[in-house]
Structures are given as structure tokens and as C-alpha cells.
């Protein structure tokens, strides 16, 4: 089962770093976190930390 639903992520189409970004913005929108504050919370939210990384840069641009 667990081998079929990472299956399924993994080919789904999705830009997981963009998708990283999107959700960095809006947790910044509602909230103030630091940078690392902010990569922490996407890899709890299950990015991987290249994809958290990438996303908090491009809000902290």
C-alpha cells in the first residue's frame, strides 16, 4: 500500500518545489517565521528539505 501511494506521488505531475513555494507564501501571509522557522515547518509538512529550502528562498527574495 505504502509503496503504491509513493507510486502515485512520485508520477502524479506535480511540482513539489513550486507546490513548496506556494505553501511558504501562505504561511508567511499569516504568519511571521523565520527562514528556518518556515523550512522547518514544510519538511514537517513532508517536503523534502531541498524542496522547503527552495521555496523559502524564493519568499525571502
Not at 9 to 25: F, L, M, R, T
Not at 30 to 58: C, H, K, T, W
Amino acid at each position: 500500500m505504502k509503496r503504491d501511494a509513493q507510486y502515485a506521488v512520485d508520477h502524479c505531475g506535480a511540482d513539489w518545489y513550486e507546490q513548496a513555494y506556494k505553501c511558504a507564501k501562505g504561511y508567511m501571509e499569516d504568519n511571521s517565521l523565520s527562514r528556518s522557522e518556515l523550512i522547518d515547518q514544510l519538511i514537517y509538512e513532508g517536503y523534502s528539505p531541498e524542496q522547503a529550502i527552495y521555496g523559502v528562498d524564493r519568499v525571502f527574495r
